[in-house]
Nanobody, 124 residues
Framework: QVQLVESGGGLVQAGGSLRLSCGASGFTISHHPMGWFRQSPGKEREFEGAISRSGDTTHYANSVKDRFTISRDDGKNTVYLQQSSLKPEDTAVYYC?????????????????WGRGTQVTVSS
């Protein structure tokens, strides 16, 4: 079964850090650029960051630039999102996704496989 599973979310105070993981099974992530998105109640799913197939190119939303870092370990078939200096507005369900092409994209339509999400809650 093709599957992505996020983990590492939780409750953290403002200014704290979390490391989210996304493990893949049933396919190899080395064939895909990988993205992270988030969604809070009543809002559309929004792009947070992406990493190229080779891992040498990353792109981030302005709201998380300089605070979040994407990395990948193809040997473990896993993608990570390191979150630092967390703010209450970062509270959301975070999803990882596998892209359709070799290029880094920001549109949800350009991703073909999605995880079920992990909850991040940042308290004031």
């Amino acid at each position: 079964q093709v599957q992505l599973v996020e983990s590492g979310g939780g409750l953290v105070q403002a200014g704290g850090s979390l490391r989210l993981s996304c493990g893949a099974s049933g396919f190899t992530i080395s064939h895909h650029p990988m993205g992270w998105f988030r969604q809070s109640p009543g809002k559309e799913r929004e792009f947070e960051g992406a990493i190229s197939r080779s891992g040498d190119t990353t792109h981030y939303a302005n709201s998380v630039k300089d605070r979040f870092t994407i990395s990948r370990d193809d040997g473990k078939n896993t993608v990570y999102l390191q979150q630092s200096s967390l703010k209450p507005e970062d509270t959301a369900v975070y999803y990882c996704a596998a892209g359709r092409s070799e290029y880094v994209r920001t549109d949800t339509s350009q991703y073909e496989q999605w995880g079920r999400g992990t909850q991040v809650t940042v308290s004031s």
